[in-house]
């Protein structure tokens, strides 16, 4: 869980929440579920996204479900303070593609008396933890995992298996690059993908 309003109404410092998830597990869905609800309330915010993701739309942070708000994409971490001057709430969506001084850009909005609100994957395909978010993660005072559901067993999901054959770090796409899978829907994904692997490279030798 996490407070809207400290406690100590003295106290001059914000907050970090981060959301995080598997891809189709509703991390952006919740961020403008916030940020929505603090701009009803008259708070002033703004919302930054990586100008890497142009999956939707460069002027707004779009969920799976076309569900919109308005944004500003930067092309590093170092851009958000410049932009975020004055404002009461920020929110940040697809951190794991920032660089690492996405975490001190976080903190020193929180220390300004920032509410940040952060969203990203907390893994990759691989199952590996994704770039900052481990650090922004450890370093906020609240932290929300949100689940998908497994597309093969229906369970609870948390990991976003590549279906395609890409193997760079960062490859944007929806369903036709990923689907999200439970821990022993993905270990089993793994062990068929080692088997296609290893017969090809069998057959390269017989070749």
């Known amino acids: 869980m996490f407070l809207e309003n400290p406690v100590n109404h003295e106290e001059q410092f914000g907050w970090i929440e981060v959301i995080c998830g598997s891809m189709f597990s509703g991390k952006t869905e919740e961020l403008i579920r916030r940020l929505k609800r603090a701009r009803f309330a008259n708070q002033k915010i703004e919302i930054f996204k990586p100008a890497i993701d142009l999956r939707y739309d460069d002027q707004m942070v779009t969920s799976h479900d076309s569900n919109q708000i308005p944004s500003t994409s930067v092309p590093a971490a170092a851009n958000i303070p410049i932009l975020a001057?004055?404002?009461?709430?920020?929110?940040?969506?697809?951190?794991?593609?920032?660089?690492?001084?996405?975490?001190?850009?976080?903190?020193?909005?929180?220390?300004?008396?920032?509410?940040?609100?952060?969203?990203?994957?907390?893994?990759?395909?691989?199952?590996?933890?994704?770039?900052?978010?481990?650090?922004?993660?450890?370093?906020?005072?609240?932290?929300?995992?949100?689940?998908?559901?497994?597309?093969?067993?229906?369970?609870?999901?948390?990991?976003?298996?590549?279906?395609?054959?890409?193997?760079?770090?960062?490859?944007?796409?929806?369903?036709?690059?990923?689907?999200?899978?439970?821990?022993?829907?993905?270990?089993?994904?793994?062990?068929?993908?080692?088997?296609?692997?290893?017969?090809?490279?069998?057959?390269?030798?017989?070749?």
Not at 136 to 159: D, I
Not at 167 to 194: C, I, M, Q, T, W
Request: proline share 3%.
């Open 85 to 207: 001057n004055d404002c009461e709430v920020v929110g940040i969506d697809e951190a794991q593609f920032f660089d690492d001084e996405i975490v001190e850009v976080c903190n020193d909005l929180a220390n300004r008396g920032m509410r940040v609100i952060v969203t990203g994957l907390d893994m990759d395909y691989k199952g590996n933890p994704f770039g900052p978010m481990p650090a922004l993660m450890a370093t906020a005072e609240y932290v929300t995992k949100v689940h998908a559901v497994c597309t093969r067993t229906g369970n609870l999901a948390h990991y976003s298996h590549r279906t395609s054959d890409q193997k760079d770090l960062v490859v944007l796409g929806e369903k036709n690059n990923y689907e999200p899978l439970s821990r022993g829907a993905f270990n089993r994904a793994l062990k068929e993908l080692e088997k296609e692997a290893s017969k090809k490279n069998d057959k390269k030798k017989e070749s």
